[in-house]
């Protein structure tokens, strides 16, 4: 069944084309790995999926409702759930009550204080930070900034989950830790876009590679068939002239 | 004496090192690529030449003279000028008013009528849209405004951070063409970004930079048939 | 309960029997001291408003005019603070559509609107000379303490004035209200990322400070009997609260705190020494505060 369906997806930031028409469709339970090189459009996309940025032209379907347009929170509450590959939590708060608003305001239940707080506790186990729970987020370094972003972004039960970059800026255990995220994501069963600088921590998860390039989809289909193909080359190496 | 010399560069933001232990040269005339992967370093290496970003360790020659640790307008006047990626154009200024302010050190200044008949001659586009708003033109004019507007200091090093960022097809030829009849008047251009396999046909010397350090080095024509180019740069 | 007990201490203060003139200083300063809690509501979600005066004054004005007509003062003191809810909620609906500098720009203009009102609207207004004759609030039978009359009862008006609007504020930081405000303030993205809707929440911050804020003004109302547009829609009552909770944090008493020092300092230190500069406290703690601001009301 499909999940989420894009078509047309234009934006353009003053004489700059960030997208030019990008259309796709991901099935439900499919694990994406979209690719590009710096400016080619990828957190541009991730913009739109969310509810950050209007697109100029096109529209967004989520499970076959027109989403176009609506503003985060609206998102949020239907299933879509971000990082950001600079994580920026709710610095003054402490971790805890960072994956609390997200437990908090994007579900209709848990409903008493006392499920809620429960529910944050469950995440912080998934991924490992109970031990920082008391803490403020401005004090947690890169990878722990990394976790709690995970956190955040599985706090309202996501149908549809945009992970950009999560093993970024990672020590090569942390990177193998990421790895070993994504695996335990795909067997949940969630649908997931994943930006990654280096396809290597997707190559066991990705059912699906989708390469942009400047703005527009360039390639789309089984790892195999898109890793070192022409369009791909040209994405990072620009064309041949 | 090489016009750029990097030795033993070491540079970073707080916390994060990025370069460890850079070294390259330009010599006068000639069109240097640094290529590599996000992340690898190129424009952290940019900045620090340009005096945006204090090195930690290691020298930055221009012509023989010291200038790491110097502040960027010293490091202008003395003949350094980098066009930073995004472009940095004053949108709300006219295409003239954009180049002169790109006159505004002394070695621009004393000669700025000559520079800008030597701008326009090399941007034919530019001349017909004098009094245009930076912030109408296309996107494409607006890379050709922010190179046209580096050259206004008449500089002896030009570095460009990914001047083709963005552009399409044409536009990334038509700005070839300008970079490499900039070359042929004898500028020196370090140039970094990710249209790899164009930076490496204009280059006369190219630098692979990977996780801040120089893992391959030679002409553009080595750079650009060498597997381990590929290897680093696709992910 | 620690603020319980505080509370009971300083209501038990007037039995030392202290000269009345201490007792009118302390009112005073317990009335700052709403004015800056209540600013904090605003502030712990990340507003900075710089016209509380707009709410100061619609409360006051509320109840006097409340009062001119017949209505009873405990009922002119709800009426002024619900006219004042009521102007903050509208404020904070434009307030969804700002930030920062705009916002702050568009709270002094309220002020200063509402302010040419009061001054133009004479029939209804006064006009410029305000109001006069508004009744004190008559002390309650079951409560031993005298309220409303004397120096006494002002001061226990005000008190109960202050752990109103403490009790509010205790309430908003520690419930769902306080959470979404708190996100708010440190990433309004990220928090409608997770499913926070900004608006309500900023309408909510600015209806509860305004009414706390009107409040004050009704009980000020009362108390002098008075009311002109140049006092209670002036700016010393929007910026004075912004002061003094900006010095006192961003923690539940922190601001009152602040504020009855801040103001107690001013007129006892300063004030005999040079009258004409009393207010300079205020300008070294603004100074200050905007030297070490980004440090200082970081932590919570």
């Not at chain 1, 759930?81 to 920026?88: D, K, S, W």
């Not at chain 2, 990710?194 to 553009?220: F, K, M, N, P």
């Amino acid at each position: 069944m499909t999940l989420l369906e894009a078509r047309g997806i234009s934006v353009a930031y003053g004489g700059l084309v960030a997208l030019g028409g990008v259309d796709f469709a991901i099935e439900e339970r499919q694990v994406i790995a979209l690719l590009g090189p710096n400016g080619s459009g990828k957190t541009t996309l991730f913009d739109v999926l969310s509810g950050l940025r209007r697109p100029a032209a096109g529209d967004v379907w989520l499970r076959g409702e027109r989403v176009t347009g609506l503003p985060p929170w609206q998102l949020a509450r239907r299933g879509v759930g971000r990082t950001f590959q600079i994580p920026e939590p709710f610095g003054a708060l402490s971790v805890r009550d960072n994956v609390l608003v997200g437990v908090t305001f994007q579900a209709r239940r848990p409903r008493t204080r006392a499920e809620r707080l429960r529910e944050v506790e469950r995440l912080l186990t998934i991924v490992g930070l109970t031990d920082r729970a008391g803490d403020a987020a401005a004090t947690l370094s890169l990878g722990e900034r990394k976790r709690l972003e995970l956190a955040l972004a599985l706090s309202g039960r996501p149908a549809l989950l945009l992970l950009d970059e999560l093993a970024s800026g990672l020590s090569p255990k942390g990177r193998e830790e990421v790895v070993r995220f994504y695996a335990r994501l795909r067997a949940h069963g969630l649908t997931i876009i994943a930006v990654e600088h280096s396809f290597a921590v997707l190559a066991e998860v990705a059912d699906r590679v989708l390469v942009l390039d400047r703005g527009t989809l360039v390639a789309d289909g089984p790892p195999a068939a898109v890793l070192d193909s022409p369009p791909l080359r040209t994405a990072y190496m620009g064309e041949e002239e | 004496m090489a016009r750029l010399t990097v030795e033993s560069l070491e540079a970073g933001y707080d916390g994060v090192q990025v370069l460890r232990g850079v070294a390259l040269e330009a010599r006068g005339g000639e069109f240097v690529a640094v290529v590599g992967p996000n992340g690898a370093g190129k424009s952290t290496l940019l900045k620090a030449v340009a005096g945006l970003l204090r090195p930690r360790a290691g020298a930055i020659r221009l012509d023989g003279e010291r200038i790491d640790g110097r502040s960027p307008w010293e490091i202008v006047a003395r003949g350094l000028t980098l066009i930073p990626e995004g472009r940095r154009l004053f949108g709300p200024l006219s295409v003239r008013e954009n180049l002169e302010l790109g006159a505004f050190v002394p070695r621009g200044g004393a000669v700025r009528e000559e520079t800008l008949r030597v701008v326009y001659r090399l941007f034919p586009v530019l001349d017909g849209k004098q009094r245009v708003l930076a912030q109408h033109l296309s996107g494409g004019e607006q890379q050709m405004l922010a190179l046209a507007r580096g050259l206004m200091t008449r500089p002896r090093l030009l570095c460009l951070d990914d001047p083709f960022l963005g552009l399409g097809r044409a536009v990334v030829d038509a700005f070839c063409d300008a970079l490499r009849a900039v070359r042929d008047e004898g500028l020196t251009i370090v140039a970094t970004g990710q249209h790899v396999r164009r930076l490496l046909r204009l280059a006369t010397r190219a630098y692979l930079l990977d996780e801040g350090r120089v893992i391959l080095s030679g002409t553009g024509a080595e750079l650009l048939a060498s597997e381990q180019l590929r290897r680093t740069l696709l992910p | 309960m620690k603020l319980a007990a505080v509370l009971l201490v300083l209501a038990v203060l007037p039995l030392l029997g202290p000269p009345a003139y201490y007792l009118y200083l302390f009112s005073t300063a317990y009335l700052f001291a709403t004015l800056a809690t209540a600013w904090n509501l605003l502030a712990y979600g990340g507003q900075v408003s710089f016209g509380q005066a707009a709410f100061f004054g619609l409360g006051a004005y509320g109840a006097a005019l409340a009062s001119l007509h017949g209505a009873s003062p405990w009922l002119t003191i709800t009426l002024g603070a619900a006219l004042a809810g009521a102007g903050g909620a509208a404020v904070g609906l434009a307030a969804g559509r700002l930030n920062g500098a705009a916002l702050a720009l568009a709270t002094l203009a309220t002020a200063e609107l509402l302010r040419g009102v009061a001054l133009n609207w004479t029939a209804l207004t006064g006009g410029g000379s305000g109001l006069v004759g508004i009744p004190s609030v008559p002390s309650l039978p079951a409560i031993p303490l005298e309220l409303g009359g004397g120096r006494v009862g002002a001061y226990h008006l005000s008190l109960a004035t202050l752990a109103a609007a403490l009790t509010l504020s205790a309430a908003v930081l520690r419930s769902r209200a306080g959470l979404a405000l708190a996100a708010l303030r440190e990433g309004e993205t990220r928090g409608t990322l997770l499913g926070l809707r900004p608006l309500p929440w900023k309408v909510l911050a600015f209806a509860l400070s305004g009414g706390a804020t009107g409040l004050a003004g009704a009980v000020y109302a009362h108390t002098l009997g008075a009311v002109e547009p140049d006092v209670v829609f002036g700016r010393f009552f929007s910026i004075a609260p912004l002061v003094m909770a900006t010095l006192g944090g961003r923690s539940l008493l922190g601001p009152a705190a602040a504020a009855v020092v801040l103001y107690l300092v001013s007129e006892l230190v300063f004030h005999p020494l040079a009258p004409a500069l009393h207010q300079l406290p205020y300008a070294f703690a603004l100074i200050a505060v905007t030297l070490v601001l980004p440090a200082w009301r970081r932590t919570p």
